[in-house]
């Protein structure tokens, strides 16, 4: 297997898909001469043209309806979108038609695209370019909403994307770009909507998605050099939701911990513990608790900013106290 970044394995697996379906195109700002903000599409409108590599204007609506249409005449379009924040100018277009035209339509057309768009904190972006708003999306009906954590995901996730019918919207968190990992040369799509137990435990259940995925998993190492075994499980996909994974693995170890780069109220946390409640209420030895990020528009300075963000020791706190709830720990 091969060790790249997330951005390289995104990149490639643009490459290998585009080679493979003549019908796939690429739609952004900045995508095809700057080669993406973040370099995601370096190197591919030399190797693909103009037709298949677009760069388009700053109008979000514009190019995500065009995308739309795209789709509903049988291109597989991928759009990206500069920031999930820049997502908000294409709202109309996203909720009300790539989500709803299939259902609207009674299933005599679908809407094959894909939406790639960074998002997160840690960066120094400000408040207005730093959010976590994929709740806003996880809520809609007819829109399919994944996010990966490594490499290896991102990559198959992607091709699950690509080749799904449905729009997808693919989340990228910015402080996962460099990030290494093992990556299959061949690698088959993963089904949308189902979690991955990327560490198997008994003790407690540490759940997250994307870059909480990977705190999770450092929060079980720590435990591990106590003698605690955390089992973490990495969502993968918002929606669909696999809430059974999630319920089996709270049934087993008896407490959970949510850790997510949103913010707390009405965030993605709550509705996972609402479904472990409803599946796993009888098998619970104490309260689900959520680990998120400060309820403000997220600092610029360095110090608050980090301050705000969910980290490994406040997930790690909240295991503690939630281990010593339970009588694992004192």
Same mark, same amino acid.
């Given at each position: $297997?091969?060790?790249?970044?997330?951005?390289?394995?995104?990149?490639?697996?643009?490459?290998?898909? $585009?080679?493979?379906?003549?019908?796939?195109?690429?739609?952004?700002?900045?995508?095809?001469?700057?080669?993406?903000?973040?370099?995601?599409?370096?190197?591919?409108?030399?190797?693909?043209?103009?037709?298949?590599?677009?760069?388009?204007?700053?109008?979000?609506?514009?190019?995500?309806?065009?995308?739309?249409?795209?789709?509903?005449?049988?291109?597989?379009?991928?759009?990206?979108?500069?920031?999930?924040?820049?997502?908000?100018?294409?709202?109309?277009?996203?909720?009300?038609?790539?989500?709803?035209?299939?259902?609207?339509?009674?299933?005599?057309?679908?809407?094959?695209? %894909?939406?790639?768009?960074?998002?997160?904190?840690?960066?120094?972006?400000?408040?207005?370019?730093?959010?976590?708003?994929?709740?806003?999306?996880?809520?809609?009906?007819?829109?399919? %909403?994944?996010?990966?954590?490594?490499?290896?995901?991102?990559?198959?996730?992607?091709?699950?994307?690509?080749?799904?019918?449905?729009?997808?919207?693919?989340?990228?968190?910015?402080?996962?770009?460099?990030?290494?990992?093992?990556?299959?040369?061949?690698?088959?799509?993963?089904?949308?909507?189902?979690?991955?137990?990327?560490?198997?435990?008994?003790?407690?259940?540490?759940?997250?998605?994307?870059?909480?995925?990977?705190?999770?998993?450092?929060?079980?190492?720590?435990?591990?050099?106590?003698?605690?075994?955390?089992?973490?499980?990495?969502?993968?996909?918002?929606?669909?939701?696999?809430?059974?994974?999630?319920?089996?693995?709270?049934?087993?170890?008896?407490?959970?911990?949510?850790?997510?780069?949103?913010?707390?109220?009405?965030?993605?946390?709550?509705?996972?513990?609402?479904?472990?409640?409803?599946?796993?209420?009888?098998?619970?030895?104490?309260?689900?608790?959520?680990?998120?990020?400060?309820?403000?528009?997220?600092?610029?300075?360095?110090?608050?900013?980090?301050?705000?963000?969910?980290?490994?020791?406040?997930?790690?706190?909240?295991?503690?106290?939630?281990?010593?709830?339970?009588?694992?720990?004192?």
């Amino acid at each position: $297997m091969a060790v790249m970044t997330y951005r390289e394995a995104l990149r490639e697996t643009l490459r290998e898909e $585009m080679r493979r379906d003549d019908d796939i195109l690429l739609l952004g700002e900045e995508i095809g001469i700057f080669e993406g903000s973040y370099k995601i599409t370096a190197g591919l409108l030399d190797e693909f043209g103009p037709k298949r590599v677009r760069d388009t204007p700053i109008a979000e609506e514009g190019f995500v309806g065009a995308a739309i249409g795209a789709a509903m005449l049988g291109l597989r379009p991928i759009v990206e979108i500069m920031t999930i924040n820049f997502s908000l100018l294409a709202l109309d277009q996203i909720v009300n038609h790539a989500a709803k035209i299939y259902g609207m339509f009674g299933g005599q057309t679908s809407v094959p695209m %894909v939406i790639r768009t960074p998002g997160g904190g840690g960066q120094q972006l400000g408040a207005t370019h730093s959010q976590n708003i994929e709740l806003y999306y996880a809520f809609v009906p007819g829109l399919k %909403v994944v996010a990966p954590s490594t490499p290896a995901d991102a990559r198959a996730l992607l091709k699950a994307a690509i080749e799904d019918d449905d729009p997808v919207l693919f989340l990228e968190n910015l402080a996962l770009y460099n990030t290494k990992g093992e990556v299959p040369g061949s690698v088959p799509p993963v089904e949308i909507g189902r979690a991955a137990i990327t560490r198997p435990g008994t003790d407690i259940t540490l759940i997250g998605y994307s870059r909480m995925a990977t705190v999770c998993t450092a929060v079980a190492e720590k435990l591990a050099a106590e003698g605690i075994s955390a089992e973490v499980i990495d969502l993968r996909s918002l929606r669909p939701l696999d809430r059974d994974t999630l319920i089996a693995s709270v049934r087993k170890t008896g407490c959970a911990v949510i850790g997510e780069d949103d913010w707390l109220t009405y965030g993605i946390g709550a509705e996972l513990a609402a479904s472990i409640s409803d599946g796993a209420f009888d098998y619970l030895d104490a309260p689900v608790r959520r680990v998120a990020m400060a309820e403000v528009p997220l600092p610029y300075a360095k110090p608050l900013e980090t301050l705000a963000l969910p980290s490994v020791d406040s997930l790690y706190t909240a295991a503690s106290q939630t281990l010593a709830a339970v009588g694992t720990r004192r």
